[in-house]
Protein backbone atom coordinates (compact mmCIF):
# COMPACT_ATOMS: atom_id res chain seq x y z
CA UNK A 1 0.00 0.00 0.00
CA UNK A 2 1.07 3.35 -0.89
CA UNK A 3 2.51 5.33 2.36
CA UNK A 4 0.31 7.93 1.58
CA UNK A 5 -3.04 6.09 1.43
CA UNK A 6 -1.80 3.92 4.41
CA UNK A 7 -1.73 7.56 6.38
CA UNK A 8 -5.00 8.52 4.99
CA UNK A 9 -6.74 5.25 5.80
CA UNK A 10 -5.49 5.33 9.42
CA UNK A 11 -6.19 9.03 9.82
CA UNK A 12 -10.11 8.57 8.65
CA UNK A 13 -10.58 5.47 10.44
CA UNK A 14 -8.86 6.95 13.52
CA UNK A 15 -11.06 9.85 13.23
CA UNK A 16 -14.31 8.12 13.17
CA UNK A 17 -13.31 5.48 16.07
CA UNK A 18 -12.65 9.01 17.98
CA UNK A 19 -15.39 10.84 17.67
CA UNK A 20 -18.10 7.65 17.83
CA UNK A 21 -16.23 6.58 21.44
CA UNK A 22 -16.99 10.60 22.27
CA UNK A 23 -20.38 9.99 21.14
CA UNK A 24 -20.59 6.42 22.83
CA UNK A 25 -19.16 7.26 26.40
CA UNK A 26 -20.94 10.79 26.70
CA UNK A 27 -23.87 9.49 26.51
CA UNK A 28 -23.25 6.45 28.79
CA UNK A 29 -21.64 8.69 31.29
CA UNK A 30 -25.10 10.78 30.97
CA UNK A 31 -28.07 8.27 31.45
CA UNK A 32 -25.26 6.87 34.49
CA UNK A 33 -25.61 10.45 35.91
CA UNK A 34 -29.36 10.40 34.82
CA UNK A 35 -30.22 6.98 36.52
CA UNK A 36 -28.31 8.02 39.95
CA UNK A 37 -29.98 10.74 40.28
CA UNK A 38 -33.16 9.41 39.48
CA UNK A 39 -32.26 6.36 41.90
CA UNK A 40 -32.13 9.01 44.80
CA UNK A 41 -35.00 11.21 44.43
CA UNK A 42 -36.64 7.66 44.38
CA UNK A 43 -35.64 6.81 47.69
CA UNK A 44 -36.38 10.45 48.86
CA UNK A 45 -40.22 9.97 48.06
CA UNK A 46 -40.58 6.37 48.67
CA UNK A 47 -43.29 6.88 50.82
CA UNK A 48 -45.29 9.23 48.22
CA UNK A 49 -46.55 9.17 44.95
CA UNK A 50 -44.27 12.39 43.47
CA UNK A 51 -43.22 11.93 39.86
CA UNK A 52 -39.78 11.33 39.56
CA UNK A 53 -38.34 14.14 37.60
CA UNK A 54 -34.78 15.93 37.10
CA UNK A 55 -34.82 19.66 36.04
CA UNK A 56 -31.76 20.55 33.62
CA UNK A 57 -30.70 23.57 31.81
CA UNK A 58 -28.74 23.65 28.90
CA UNK A 59 -27.79 25.19 25.35
CA UNK A 60 -30.52 28.11 26.44
CA UNK A 61 -33.43 26.19 27.31
CA UNK A 62 -34.81 23.73 30.49
CA UNK A 63 -35.55 20.65 30.27
CA UNK A 64 -37.09 17.95 32.05
CA UNK A 65 -36.40 14.40 32.34
CA UNK A 66 -39.11 12.09 33.78
CA UNK A 67 -38.87 8.40 34.63
CA UNK A 68 -41.80 6.22 33.59
CA UNK A 69 -42.92 2.88 34.69
CA UNK A 70 -44.89 2.12 31.94
CA UNK A 71 -44.20 2.79 27.95
CA UNK A 72 -47.08 5.37 27.04
CA UNK A 73 -45.96 5.71 23.29
CA UNK A 74 -45.76 3.32 20.47
CA UNK A 75 -42.61 1.17 20.42
CA UNK A 76 -41.31 2.66 17.33
CA UNK A 77 -41.56 6.49 19.44
CA UNK A 78 -38.44 5.11 21.76
CA UNK A 79 -35.30 6.19 21.17
CA UNK A 80 -32.28 3.56 21.18
CA UNK A 81 -28.52 4.72 21.61
CA UNK A 82 -26.60 1.43 20.06
CA UNK A 83 -24.52 2.77 16.88
CA UNK A 84 -22.01 4.53 18.28
CA UNK A 85 -20.80 1.58 20.64
CA UNK A 86 -20.59 -0.52 17.02
CA UNK A 87 -18.86 2.02 14.96
CA UNK A 88 -16.49 2.45 18.20
CA UNK A 89 -15.44 -1.06 17.75
CA UNK A 90 -15.37 -1.86 14.30
CA UNK A 91 -13.04 1.38 13.79
CA UNK A 92 -11.11 0.09 16.81
CA UNK A 93 -10.42 -3.40 15.50
CA UNK A 94 -9.93 -1.76 11.78
CA UNK A 95 -7.14 0.27 13.93
CA UNK A 96 -5.70 -2.94 15.61
CA UNK A 97 -5.55 -4.33 12.45
CA UNK A 98 -3.86 -2.25 10.65
CA UNK A 99 -1.51 -0.69 13.22
CA UNK A 100 -0.28 -3.97 14.74
CA UNK A 101 -1.09 -6.90 12.72
CA UNK A 102 -0.51 -5.18 9.26
CA UNK A 103 1.88 -2.10 10.36
CA UNK A 104 4.49 -3.87 12.31
CA UNK A 105 3.93 -2.75 15.74
CA UNK A 106 3.03 -6.24 17.39
CA UNK A 107 6.15 -8.12 17.09
CA UNK A 108 9.41 -6.92 19.52
CA UNK A 109 12.08 -9.38 18.84
CA UNK A 110 13.60 -8.22 22.01
CA UNK A 111 10.74 -8.86 24.79
CA UNK A 112 9.70 -11.97 22.42
CA UNK A 113 10.84 -13.47 19.15
CA UNK A 114 7.50 -15.29 17.72
CA UNK A 115 6.45 -15.26 14.43
CA UNK A 116 3.67 -12.70 13.53
CA UNK A 117 0.90 -15.39 12.80
CA UNK A 118 1.54 -16.77 16.29
CA UNK A 119 1.29 -13.57 16.99
CA UNK A 120 -2.11 -12.46 16.22
CA UNK A 121 -3.70 -15.83 17.02
CA UNK A 122 -2.90 -14.89 20.78
CA UNK A 123 -4.03 -11.15 20.50
CA UNK A 124 -7.21 -12.11 18.91
CA UNK A 125 -7.89 -15.19 21.51
CA UNK A 126 -6.43 -13.09 24.74
CA UNK A 127 -9.47 -10.65 23.46
CA UNK A 128 -12.10 -13.29 22.87
CA UNK A 129 -11.04 -15.90 25.79
CA UNK A 130 -11.07 -12.26 28.20
CA UNK A 131 -14.94 -11.51 26.73
CA UNK A 132 -15.97 -15.25 27.89
CA UNK A 133 -14.32 -14.94 30.73
CA UNK A 134 -16.03 -11.78 32.07
CA UNK A 135 -19.17 -12.68 30.55
CA UNK A 136 -19.50 -16.16 32.71
CA UNK A 137 -18.03 -14.20 35.70
CA UNK A 138 -20.33 -11.43 35.59
CA UNK A 139 -23.36 -13.48 34.38
CA UNK A 140 -22.89 -16.87 37.10
CA UNK A 141 -22.97 -13.50 39.79
CA UNK A 142 -19.48 -15.21 41.43
CA UNK A 143 -18.52 -12.17 42.71
CA UNK A 144 -22.08 -10.81 44.50
CA UNK A 145 -20.06 -7.99 46.52
CA UNK A 146 -19.09 -5.18 44.28
CA UNK A 147 -15.65 -4.83 46.22
CA UNK A 148 -14.60 -8.90 45.21
CA UNK A 149 -15.45 -8.42 41.68
CA UNK A 150 -13.12 -5.54 41.49
CA UNK A 151 -10.24 -7.13 43.21
CA UNK A 152 -10.68 -10.05 41.19
CA UNK A 153 -10.97 -7.93 37.90
CA UNK A 154 -7.62 -5.83 39.14
CA UNK A 155 -5.89 -9.40 40.06
CA UNK A 156 -6.75 -10.40 35.92
CA UNK A 157 -5.75 -6.87 34.56
CA UNK A 158 -2.43 -7.41 36.49
CA UNK A 159 -1.51 -11.18 35.42
CA UNK A 160 -3.19 -9.93 31.76
CA UNK A 161 -0.18 -6.37 31.96
CA UNK A 162 2.26 -8.51 32.98
CA UNK A 163 1.61 -11.53 29.98
CA UNK A 164 1.17 -9.27 27.20
CA UNK A 165 4.38 -7.58 27.99
CA UNK A 166 6.29 -10.08 27.81
CA UNK A 167 4.79 -11.23 24.42
CA UNK A 168 4.13 -8.13 22.59
CA UNK A 169 6.03 -5.25 21.99
CA UNK A 170 4.93 -2.85 24.94
CA UNK A 171 2.65 -0.44 22.76
CA UNK A 172 0.89 -3.78 21.42
CA UNK A 173 0.18 -4.76 24.83
CA UNK A 174 -1.14 -1.61 26.20
CA UNK A 175 -3.47 -1.91 23.24
CA UNK A 176 -4.63 -5.25 23.46
CA UNK A 177 -5.43 -4.03 27.15
CA UNK A 178 -7.62 -1.79 25.80
CA UNK A 179 -9.05 -3.44 23.12
CA UNK A 180 -10.47 -5.75 25.40
CA UNK A 181 -11.82 -3.42 27.54
CA UNK A 182 -13.47 -2.04 24.50
CA UNK A 183 -14.83 -5.24 23.46
CA UNK A 184 -16.49 -5.91 26.60
CA UNK A 185 -18.11 -2.73 26.59
CA UNK A 186 -19.43 -2.57 23.07
CA UNK A 187 -20.38 -6.51 23.65
CA UNK A 188 -22.30 -5.21 26.51
CA UNK A 189 -24.24 -3.41 24.50
CA UNK A 190 -25.29 -5.45 22.07
CA UNK A 191 -25.35 -8.71 23.48
CA UNK A 192 -26.52 -8.46 27.08
CA UNK A 193 -28.03 -4.98 27.16
CA UNK A 194 -30.15 -4.30 24.04
CA UNK A 195 -31.95 -7.47 24.50
CA UNK A 196 -32.98 -6.65 27.43
CA UNK A 197 -33.94 -3.15 26.20
CA UNK A 198 -36.36 -4.92 23.44
CA UNK A 199 -37.85 -7.33 26.23
CA UNK A 200 -38.65 -4.41 28.34
CA UNK A 201 -40.47 -2.54 25.18
CA UNK A 202 -42.15 -5.39 24.22
CA UNK A 203 -43.41 -6.38 27.65
CA UNK A 204 -44.44 -2.60 28.29
CA UNK A 205 -46.31 -2.64 24.94
CA UNK A 206 -48.23 -5.80 25.65
CA UNK A 207 -48.97 -4.17 29.40
CA UNK A 208 -47.37 -7.06 30.88
CA UNK A 209 -44.68 -7.22 33.77
CA UNK A 210 -41.38 -7.30 33.29
CA UNK A 211 -38.39 -9.38 34.96
CA UNK A 212 -36.31 -6.89 37.54
CA UNK A 213 -33.65 -8.84 37.30
CA UNK A 214 -32.84 -8.97 33.92
CA UNK A 215 -33.04 -5.23 34.11
CA UNK A 216 -30.74 -4.79 37.17
CA UNK A 217 -28.01 -7.02 34.96
CA UNK A 218 -28.74 -4.37 32.03
CA UNK A 219 -28.06 -1.61 34.57
CA UNK A 220 -24.85 -3.49 35.99
CA UNK A 221 -23.23 -4.05 32.37
CA UNK A 222 -24.21 -0.22 31.49
CA UNK A 223 -22.56 0.30 35.02
CA UNK A 224 -19.31 -1.27 34.74
CA UNK A 225 -18.87 0.13 31.02
CA UNK A 226 -18.31 3.69 32.70
CA UNK A 227 -15.73 2.31 34.82
CA UNK A 228 -13.55 0.46 32.04
CA UNK A 229 -14.25 4.19 29.40
CA UNK A 230 -12.18 6.04 31.40
CA UNK A 231 -8.92 3.11 31.62
CA UNK A 232 -9.56 2.81 27.79
CA UNK A 233 -8.90 6.59 27.20
CA UNK A 234 -5.65 6.44 29.44
CA UNK A 235 -4.34 3.89 27.56
CA UNK A 236 -5.22 5.27 24.38
CA UNK A 237 -3.28 8.25 24.94
CA UNK A 238 -0.45 6.23 26.26
CA UNK A 239 0.83 5.74 22.80
CA UNK A 240 2.28 9.88 22.87
CA UNK A 241 3.92 9.36 26.12
CA UNK A 242 6.31 5.63 26.08
CA UNK A 243 8.81 6.43 28.13
CA UNK A 244 5.99 7.12 31.26
CA UNK A 245 3.94 4.04 30.04
CA UNK A 246 4.79 0.90 27.73
CA UNK A 247 8.50 1.91 27.04
CA UNK A 248 8.99 1.80 30.89
CA UNK A 249 11.19 -0.70 32.38
CA UNK A 250 7.88 -1.31 34.70
CA UNK A 251 5.16 -1.05 31.83
CA UNK A 252 2.61 -4.19 33.52
CA UNK A 253 2.87 -2.31 36.61
CA UNK A 254 2.16 1.00 34.94
CA UNK A 255 -0.42 -0.60 33.23
CA UNK A 256 -2.00 -1.81 35.91
CA UNK A 257 -2.25 1.15 38.19
CA UNK A 258 -3.18 3.17 35.37
CA UNK A 259 -6.61 0.96 35.19
CA UNK A 260 -6.68 1.31 38.77
CA UNK A 261 -6.77 5.05 38.52
CA UNK A 262 -9.31 5.23 35.69
CA UNK A 263 -11.19 3.21 37.97
CA UNK A 264 -11.17 5.40 40.68
CA UNK A 265 -11.53 8.52 38.63
CA UNK A 266 -14.88 7.05 37.17
CA UNK A 267 -16.14 6.53 40.78
CA UNK A 268 -15.81 10.42 41.61
CA UNK A 269 -17.49 11.15 37.78
CA UNK A 270 -20.18 8.75 38.17
CA UNK A 271 -21.22 10.60 41.19
CA UNK A 272 -20.32 14.34 40.79
Not at 36 to 48: C, V
Not at 206 to 233: C, E, I, W, Y
Request: overall charge positive; aromatic content about 16%.
Amino acid sequence: MDFSWNEWLNLIVRWVHVFAAIMWVGQTYYFTWLDGQLSREEKTHAKDSTLLQIWMVHSGGFYKVEKQKALSVAPEKVHWFRWEAAVTWLTGMILLTLVYYMGGALIDESVADISLALGIIIGVSFITLGWELYHYVVRALLFRSEIAFAIFALVMVAVASFGLTRIFSGRAAYMHLGALFGTIMAFNVWFCILPVQRKLIAAAAQGQSFDVALSAQAKLRSKHNTFMAVPVVFIMLSSHFPTATYGNSYNWEILTLLVLAGWVAAKFIREA
